[in-house]
């Protein structure tokens, strides 16, 4: 089956700053990604999607990089605001009827 | 316009009792799904819907059960519970597949 794993479980950046979480599958068939954030105490909410025919996808201060080689993803939050502090989550589709989610990477932004 | 909704927000259930978990959107999506979130861990789907009148299994079915009687709502059981389903359930809904899922803010059941 699908293996999703996030490289980093937590990360600090300043104000300002860019910030990249990262993601990797085992799935080479996987064909559609996911970016969610979940703030404390809240469900899980889209940010951005790809699909695997594109190589990066942008959307309002956030892009998502996908290699298909290396089987790594990327979500890119630029000028990160303290209300980007939360959980991230990459999530993969597998297979026909399913969608995989990783472990998750804490965002903490740092004043 | 709701989105998704759960009920009910906290429930804590002794060994052995039963209870069912409400999912309602208003968003008019056939695929539902439920999920659970245990510490430290991402989400796992239990079951899903794609449609009213079906279910089916997801990747932590064991000891749930669910039923899609109305396009709108999709219910969660669990028959005799234990203390391994303590966790925070979620349920969500998409328009397909390829589509993002809304969820709901969650249910946290606690197990004793």
Known sequence: GESVGLHLPTLSVQEGDNSIINCAYSNSASDYFIWYKQESGKGPQFIIDIRSNMDKRQGQRVTVLLNKTVKHLSLQIAATQPGDSAVYFCAVKEGAQKLVFGQGTRLTINP | ?112
Not at chain 2, 74 to 84: I, N, T, V
């Open chain 2, 1 to 112: 316009n709701a989105g998704v909704t759960q009920t009910p927000k906290f429930r804590v259930l002794k060994t052995g009792q039963s209870m069912t978990l409400l999912c309602a959107q208003d968003m008019n999506h056939e695929y539902m799904y439920w999920y659970r979130q245990d510490p430290g861990m991402g989400l796992r789907l239990i079951h899903y819907s794609v449609g009213e009148g079906t279910t089916a299994k997801g990747e932590v079915p064991d000891g749930y059960n669910v039923s899609r009687l109305k396009k709108q709502n999709f219910l969660l059981g669990l028959e005799s519970a234990a203390p391994s389903q303590t966790s925070v359930y979620f349920c969500a809904s998409s328009y397909g597949w390829y589509n993002e899922q809304f969820f709901g803010p969650g249910t946290r059941l606690t197990v004793l």
